[in-house]
């Protein structure tokens, strides 16, 4: 059973029956397409019901913010024009973001999607359109994510069946080793038996093995470059796991084991146990190349490595993982913000440097490792009822319907002065991105 399969977040505390029908938001504008409005009742937790379902139930609480998020999307987020992707020659696709004040109709969205921290949109800036297809594949996974807790529920069956072959299209000869790739397509797999996304993550792996897996380093490298981002790379070894014992590939099983260890002895800090966001390899030793750690990303690399210790049950992986997260919490580097919750933006891998004028929507990954790890070893209930708040309540934008890129530190709409001529510019923009990690950590 992979990271993802399994029970994301422990809710048991809940005992107060939630009969309450959902009320969600219809669609703000002409230019969106219809659709029926979600409404199932949410008992207090919604077990999988769907083909072939395993595993744990999810809270009415997540239930009920993953359709919120859906509904969301389903109005705002859709491109129809956003341009092909690298390796794609679909048209289609999601708006890095929107003001979220728009009313999601697409005769005005050149002036309200794709907005840069100037407050300009791309449109506006004579920039060309951005399209990231990692937040198409994100959005796909958590309507399935949706269909698969609520098969009888169609609200949503037009919006996955128009993003399907764009997402195919998209990821079918993706190679690059950003892993976490590999768990979405299983996601889907899982979700969907038999379109075909089992064998899109076999074909994912085997490339990222063979383009990037150094076997001389006994890590991946980005050759190109000759460095590797330490997320990336423990995904790597996670996927190279997972894909080792499902399909029983002991090269893919030692690639992973290596990978792991690499980043112990090469990459990880040795006081606090903590990753650079970036490593420079060289055969007589890795060097940092940039020491700045983001929660999210962090967050990513110690429950990727979990994942590793779920397959090869390594004692010393699981130990340093645990000392790190207990790093994140110290009082005495101050990222983990004790007044109002959650995580400040960015600290450096030695501790020091910490930027705490903000936080970022990413920091909600969080939630997934610290309950990854109370499986593991116990011990962190408090640390998840806090994550649990932060991504259901905290992060979320009631006036803007959704998760923003970054907020302030008391979980507010961030203020920049990065308009023309240096002006005040509110960060009001409701990102795909946010809104799929939240989706993605809602609905395990």
């Known amino acids: 059973m992979t990271r993802r399969q399994q029970a994301l977040i422990g809710l048991t505390a809940i005992t107060a029956l939630v009969a309450a029908v959902v009320v969600l938001m219809v669609a703000r504008g002409s230019g969106a397409p219809s659709v029926a409005i979600p409404s199932p009742s949410f008992p207090v937790v919604v077990g999988p019901t769907g083909p072939g379902a395993t595993g744990a139930p999810i809270p009415a609480t997540a239930a009920r913010r993953l359709a919120d998020i859906l509904n969301e999307m389903h109005t705002s987020a859709f491109n129809p024009d956003a341009p092909p992707t690298k390796g794609s020659s679909v048209t289609g696709g999601l708006f890095v973001n929107w003001r979220g004040v728009w009313d999601g109709n697409l005769s005005t969205a050149s002036d309200n999607t794709n907005v840069q921290t100037t407050g300009l949109s791309d449109d506006q800036n004579g920039a060309s359109p951005r399209h990231d297809p990692v937040t198409d594949l994100m959005y796909l996974r958590n309507l399935r994510a949706y269909k698969f807790y609520y098969p009888s529920d169609h609200s949503f069956d037009a919006d996955a069946a128009r993003m399907e072959p764009i997402v195919k299209a998209e990821f079918a000869g993706y190679t690059y080793y950003r892993s976490w790739i590999y768990f979405q397509l299983r996601d889907l797999d899982r979700f969907e038996p038999g379109a075909g996304w089992d064998q899109m993550a076999h074909t994912f792996v085997n490339a990222v093995h063979r383009n990037f897996y150094n076997s001389s380093a006994g890590t991946v490298v980005d050759k190109s470059h000759s460095n590797y981002r330490t997320d990336f790379a ?211």
């Open 234 to 444: 423990a995904e790597s070894a996670a996927a190279f796991a997972d894909a080792g014992a499902r399909y029983n590939d002991a090269q893919l099983t030692a690639a992973a084991r290596s990978t792991a260890h690499h980043l112990l002895a090469d990459a990880q800090n040795p006081t606090t146990h903590l990753y650079p966001l970036q490593m420079n390899w060289s055969p007589g030793g890795d060097s940092v190349g940039q020491a700045q750690i983001k929660l999210g990303e962090q967050a990513q690399t110690l429950d990727a490595l979990l994942t590793v210790y779920d397959h090869l049950k390594d004692p010393q992986i699981l130990a340093s993982v645990k000392a790190a997260v207990d790093q994140l919490y110290s009082p005495t580097m101050g990222l983990h913000d004790t007044l109002s919750g959650g995580f400040f933006f960015s600290v450096d891998a030695d501790g020091k440097g910490l930027q705490s004028a903000y936080k970022e929507s990413r920091q909600a990954w969080m939630l997934t490792t610290v309950d990854h790890l109370n499986r593991e070893v116990g011990g962190q209930d408090q640390r998840i009822a806090e994550m649990q708040s932060v991504v259901l309540s905290k992060l979320w934008q009631n006036a803007l319907h959704g998760y923003v890129y970054r907020t302030t530190p008391s979980f507010g709409v961030y203020t920049n002065h990065s308009g023309p001529n240096h002006t005040s510019v509110d960060e009001n923009f409701v990102t795909s991105e946010a809104m799929g990690i939240a989706g993605n950590v809602l609905a395990p």
